[in-house]
């Protein structure tokens, strides 16, 4: 089933793009995350700095799901992949003259989670209108594979260059992460099978008489298609308690590792990359099966089992136990990744970059929980933070399966 998915050169494209964004985000929470623990000595700035990176989700990604139904996706990627560019290389010029601080790590991570929108609600469904059917999961467990590797990937790095040249050499890789990715788009854009859609001038003509009309109205219409739909209903309020509850918990991984384990730059930059580790593992395990009868309890399984590997993670008293307890979380995770995509997909008749774009909304939400978590860690020890999240966590998906459990 793999080797049938990178046999499409669309997809080998799309899916290149993705690795070199994945590897800049990657590299960049790291770097800013240790920026905020080792130069300013302020653990809570970790998670608001991360919610800075997940607030374009919850602001533009259903915006950016219906404005690329309204004009080419591709120009949408290329454009924001062009924004990524030019801040990321601000930032370098920003370190190389000692002028780099808070509010414009706030501004980097926003604007590259821009970037992340986009290659969730655009680009993961672009991909997935270029691949057969019947290799829609293996599709998005590859895709799924490729951000998990690249989170296994960028914290090395990214651990490694910190250590060595500081936050200029990692702001120089992820430039160039960027430039590649974009170069890709640009590929893609030109490949004689995807030339957009419409002439130039039919383009320009449509976003002149439709770009704005009717967006607010046609926005709020797809929030109540999408709540109709009720497969489509679950996997976003799954999305909506793992993204509060679960996920701001990665977030938390170099704190703990710094403030409990006592680990070094590189050693934290390991145990950030263990649940990117884990989650590779898992992608590899469905891309070769490629299940398309059990998405929906594979996506339920994944979210559990994720929320236990963070408990194990928090218990744990070494680097060691805490890789195994991160990688067998991301294991779990990848389960849960790739069957939220291929559930969307699958539940959108039509109308699939809306539906995407509210599905990134719901993602989104995670800046709710890190704000929350920025806060309790100034309350109580890190650890204890995680082990609260997790059980708030599962408590709201077990009422949330009885709730639909009795409903069918």
């Not at 979210?303 to 990688?327: D, E, H, K, N, R």
């Not at 990134?360 to 800046?367: M, S």
């Not at 860690?377 to 077990?398: A, E, H, S």
């Amino acid at each position: 089933m793999i080797k049938q998915c990178f046999k499409n050169i669309d997809f080998r494209i799309l899916w290149g793009a993705g690795c070199m964004t994945g590897i800049a985000r990657a590299m960049e929470f790291l770097a800013l995350s240790l920026f905020a623990l080792q130069e300013l000595g302020l653990p809570y700035l970790v998670t608001i700095i991360f919610a800075a990176r997940m607030l374009p989700m919850s602001l533009l990604g259903i915006v950016i799901g219906t404005i690329s139904e309204r004009v080419s996706p591709v120009l949408v990627i290329k454009f924001i992949y062009t924004l990524s560019n030019i801040s990321t290389g601000i930032a370098i010029l920003l370190v190389f003259t000692n002028n780099f601080n808070v509010i414009f790590a706030f501004l980097l991570a926003f604007i590259n989670g821009i970037t992340w929108v986009v290659d969730l609600a655009v680009r993961r469904r672009v991909l997935a209108d270029n691949i057969d059917q019947n290799l829609l999961s293996s599709s998005l467990a590859m895709e799924t594979l490729s951000n998990n590797a690249t989170r296994l990937i960028g914290p090395l790095c990214a651990g490694s260059l910190y250590a060595f040249v500081g936050l200029a050499g990692i702001f120089s890789v992820q430039f160039f992460m960027y430039i590649l990715a974009l170069g890709f788009i640009i590929k893609f854009q030109k490949s004689k099978k995807h030339k957009l859609i419409c002439p130039s001038a039919k383009i320009k003509s449509i976003i002149k008489q439709h770009w704005a009309h009717g967006l607010l109205k046609e926005i709020l219409k797809t929030g109540k298609n999408a709540y109709n739909l009720a497969s489509l209903r679950l996997v976003l309020i799954i999305t909506l308690i793992f993204n509060i509850f679960g996920f701001p918990l990665v977030s938390l991984i170099p704190v703990l590792g710094k403030e409990k384990l006592i680990l070094s730059e590189f050693n934290i930059g390991v145990l950030a990359s263990s649940e990117g580790f884990g989650a590779l593992i898992g992608a590899l395990i469905i891309g070769n099966i490629s299940p398309q009868k059990q998405l929906a309890s594979i996506f339920i399984v994944g979210v559990t089992g994720f929320f236990i590997g963070m408990v194990m993670f928090s218990f744990s008293p070494s680097l060691l136990l805490a890789f195994i307890s991160l990688t067998f979380g991301g294991i779990f995770l990848s389960g849960f990744s790739t069957m939220q995509g291929a559930l969307v997909y699958q539940a959108s008749t039509a109308s699939k970059g809306n539906n995407f774009g509210v599905l990134v909304t719901c993602i989104g939400t995670a800046p709710l929980g890190l704000m929350n978590l920025s806060w309790i860690i100034t309350q109580i020890p890190v650890d204890k933070t995680i082990q609260i999240n997790v059980c708030f966590g599962l408590f709201c998906i077990i009422m949330t399966l009885l709730y639909f459990f009795y409903r069918k």
